[in-house]
């Protein structure tokens, strides 16, 4: 039975490298995700000033409450959209200038609805070039704080900024959220900020922040969820069976509810306290899903969606259009080159059953869309990949992993 040891959560590096830098004290953060993106976040934390010391296995930050250590800084956030969206939000609680670009990927993301929320909050903040892209210059001056308005329809990471900011603001905030997409992502921001010694209060669609700041303490990473879930998709392709220990029944990553849609397609899945196991049973049905809040898993289902014995509809993603590509386009174009009958709609793609032939996948230097087909690949002879590295955005050792596990569970 494979065990794979797979990375840390994404999106719980990030949380943690911003709560680090915003407590008193020294954080150490244990097991973190080292990545193109998580790389490229603690690049930022020390162009803005903050120590960070890292050795293979856990990353220390001497956190800063007052905000950034300079005066000055011009930050470069690469392809992450956490780093992106993040870093601003906690420069803006210091004081100086500091500017923010990124690649060109993720300066096509839209930023405009957690802009307009950090400006009604006071801060003063400005687009160099369109409105509501990178690149940006913050003059920061602290945050008082106060009640604001934010629509978080087009992605969570918006709603968890501000909260993450608050503990900052010197009256706290109110964020009331008119659209909410991956909610989720917002439970493990929550979870995380009371780890650092903060409670989010919640009064319906309004999210409450006291002042106060953070605690610095010791943060053991959880293994990456969305990451997990290529692994648990093979196995319920391909017959086989696959463990991943250290996500369990009291993970906090949403996306682990990727393992409920395969048991719905006929896979047997465990977890347990401390693991799950999906093992494949030699069936997979269609099925229709809503993956509203777990939409980075779209493209594991949309892969493996092929060898179901009935269609696939996969309903209320619109979300996964403003990723790292159109990500509802470039799904249903790949499964096209591999001759398979798809349709979509704003948003929803449904995939009809078909035997899938080899091709050339575009991958839109989207490390979710590579990862996703090379499970397709297990079944498929053939697939090949445009830009195979940009899986360094997430999992460097992505392929020799899969390559392994390919021996161990088809032979």
Known sequence: MPLVDIPGSKSITARALFLAAAADGVTTLQRPLRSDDTEGFAEGLTRLGYRVGRTPDSWQIDGRPQGPAVAEA????????????????LAAAGHGTYRFDASPQMRRRPL??????LRDLGVDLRHEQAEGHHPLTVRAAGVEGGAVVLDAGQSSQYLTALLLLGPLTRTGLRVTVTDLVSVPYVEITIAMMRAFGVEVGRE???YVVPPGGYRATTYAIEPDASTAGYFFAAAALTGGEVTVPGLGEGALQGDLGFVDVLRRMGARVETRADRTTVTGTGR?????????DISDTMPTLVAIAPFASGPVRIEDVANTRVKECDRLEACAENLRRLGIDVATGPDWIEI???SPRGADIKTYGD???VMSFAVAGLRTPGIS???????????????????????????
């Open 385 to 411: 990949f445009d830009d195979p590295g940009c899986v360094r955005k997430t999992f460097p050792g992505f392929h020799e992993a899969f390559v392994q596990l390919r021996k161990e569970i088809v032979g």
């Open 204 to 206: 319906g669609d309004t």
């Open 284 to 292: 997979l049905d269609g099925l229709t899903v809503n993956m509203r």
């Open 112 to 117: 405009l609805p957690l802009t307009r929320a």
């Open 352 to 354: 009809r059953p078909g």
């Open 367 to 369: 490390h979710r869309i």
């Open 74 to 89: 011009d930050v470069y956030c690469r392809d992450g959209a956490t780093t992106a969206r993040f870093l601003p939000t």
